[in-house]
């Protein structure tokens, strides 16, 4: 499997991520607002993927790879939507840690088991 479908596929269950959100609250699907919703957790998970590709030495289709781009995506989207003037409640830093470790580690898992 090249890299490039494990990115993609870690931007689909970000934007999923982001779309089910805003959808959960009656936001719109609009494209401005997905884009402000998705965007610092893409920032982040690329960021994930920088640090996880120059420290590791394990693939992006491993747990350990899928962990950093968790963390990262975490941490760096929480404080970028502080920046940006949005929400970063504890209730949703536990629910968006719990949501992207399952989507961005569940992929990986069933890809190792299928795979």
Request: no cysteine.
């Amino acid at each position: 499997m090249s890299r490039l479908l494990p990115a993609l596929l870690d931007v689909a269950v970000v934007l999923a991520f982001a779309a089910v959100g805003r959808r959960s609250h009656a936001e719109g699907l609009d494209v401005v607002g997905m884009l402000r919703t998705a965007l610092p957790f893409v920032v982040g998970a690329a960021a994930g993927w920088l640090v996880a590709a120059v420290t590791l030495d394990a693939g992006p289709r491993s747990l350990a790879f899928g962990a950093v781009v968790v963390v990262s995506a975490v941490v760096v989207g929480m404080v970028l939507r502080a920046l940006t003037g949005q929400g970063v409640a504890v209730s949703f830093v536990v629910v968006a840690t719990t949501v992207l470790a399952v989507l961005l580690l569940g992929w990986r898992l069933l890809a190792r088991l299928l795979g």
